[in-house]
């Protein structure tokens, strides 16, 4: 399993969980799985090979004004295709669908869009920042665009594909992916989350 480091945010009077506003976790490289290749479309496989979804830190922190993605992949290379998405659930959303942040790059060019659970996406203060010599992608969310949550956590997802694929070819539907807080196909199948993170 990654191992997770909380930091705590400053000396405070208040209880540790309460302290926690960033957290750190290390994903091993070599641990993108793949689907939709080949014959059996349904067969989720190991593809240690592939590197641009290979996501190898994440650092999520919860901010004054502003949540902050900081993840670094194994070889971000600027002609192919990226989906980071990060899914937070905050004291506002509570059991209901998390929001969905999602950055794409393809071709030197990224967008970001924030889709709050009724499907809408109303977030133009969102930003990408994407560093092919650094092998990293940073998004930035106002906390207005969640709700201005008291606290918040995240799930992280990496994911590629051959964007000009043919839909009939072996890679039309072929998609590699890597969990931020899952090591490959390892148990349990549910994933794991950056733990709560409060506002410091």
Request: aromatic residues 4%; proline residues 6%; glycine residues 8%.
């Amino acid at each position: 399993m990654p191992l997770l480091v909380a930091v705590l945010a400053g000396c405070t009077s208040g209880s540790p969980e309460e302290a926690v506003s960033t957290s750190t976790i290390a994903d091993p490289a070599g641990d993108v799985v793949v689907s939709g290749l080949g014959r059996d479309r349904e067969t989720v496989a190991s593809a240690p090979q592939s590197t641009q979804a290979d996501i190898l830190t994440t650092t999520v922190e919860h901010r004054a004004d502003e949540i902050g993605f900081v993840v670094a992949l194994r070889d971000l290379l600027p002609g192919q295709y990226l989906d980071l998405t990060a899914n937070v659930t905050t004291d506002s959303t509570g059991s209901r669908l998390p929001t969905q942040v999602t950055s794409l790059t393809y071709d030197g060019e990224s967008t970001i869009d924030v889709y709050r659970t009724d499907g809408s996406s109303r977030c133009p203060a969102a930003d990408v920042a994407v560093d092919h010599d650094a092998d990293t992608v940073t998004m930035t969310v106002p906390r207005t665009c969640l709700g201005d949550p008291r606290w918040i956590e995240a799930t992280v997802v990496a994911a590629t594909m051959q964007y000009d694929a043919t839909p009939a070819g072996p890679r039309g539907d072929a998609v590699w992916e890597d969990d931020a807080y899952r090591t490959g196909q390892a148990e349990p199948a549910a994933s794991g989350t950056s733990g709560r993170l409060h506002r410091p």
